[in-house]
């Protein structure tokens, strides 16, 4: 049984850090691709950084220069630094790991709300 359990959210002032991580168990991650998704009140989830198993990264516009993806295959962790945070990057933050489009899991979600 996969599971995923995320920690590191919070609130915290427009211009603070953050960094999120996502600790993973039950099966074998080296293949997977890891992510980092966001929902915001309101909004559907989105897409914030990815990592492929080779190491590849993918970055939402709203993100890029500021958050930044990491994975240590030994430990089965993904982490998100998150910098410069904006109050419009408030959402509860998931955690994701997929091996297919059917093979896709997700963690309970941590909150992180930024003020002005």
């Known amino acids: 049984q996969v599971q995923l359990v995320e920690s590191g959210g919070g609130l915290v002032q427009a211009g603070d850090s953050l960094r999120l991580s996502c600790a993973a168990s039950?099966?074998?991650?080296?293949?997977?691709?890891m992510g980092w998704y966001r929902q915001a009140p309101g909004k559907q989830r989105e897409l914030v950084a990815s990592?492929?198993?080779?190491?590849?990264?993918n970055y939402a516009d709203s993100v890029k220069g500021r958050f930044t993806i990491s994975r240590d295959n030994a430990k089965n962790t993904v982490t998100l630094q998150m910098n410069s945070l904006k109050p419009e990057d408030t959402a509860v933050y998931y955690c994701?790991?997929?091996?297919?489009?059917?093979?896709?899991?997700w963690g309970q979600g941590t909150p992180v709300t930024v003020s002005s």
């Open positions: 994701n790991v997929a091996w297919t489009s059917k093979m896709s899991y």
């Open positions: 039950g099966a074998f991650f080296r293949g997977a691709t």
């Open positions: 990592i492929s198993s080779g190491g590849n990264t």
